[in-house]
């Protein structure tokens, strides 16, 4: 309870773990922002890395600018093909890509 009102490292303790990964998502949607009838998902987010230290808590990592769309060939007004189940889905997995690679060492596919 109140946990969305408090900074996370006031909460990050309370969870009992040495390190929490944090993700805020401040806009989300399955249809483009200027139309109700076209499809093409849409996120935006804040990841924080939290480190604990017994009762206090530091965050150690911070980026506010992860933005993920589905599909990312599709224009920006969105497309008429697609329902929401499947562009709400494949935005959470754009975003989870997005955060994977924030965290983790990769290499880029070339991409012509």
Known sequence: PNFDVKNVTEIAPKFGVTRLIYVEVPDFGP???ASVELFRGHMDATLKVVEVTGDSAAVVFDDNALR??????????GTP???D???????VDAMSTEIVHRLV??????VD
């Open 31 to 33: 249809r483009a922002p």
């Open 68 to 77: 993920a769309s589905f599909p990312p060939k599709v224009p920006e007004d």
């Open 85 to 91: 189940v499947r562009f709400y889905a494949g935005t």
């Open 105 to 110: 060492s990769y290499e880029s596919p070339d």
């Open 81 to 83: 093909d697609g329902d």
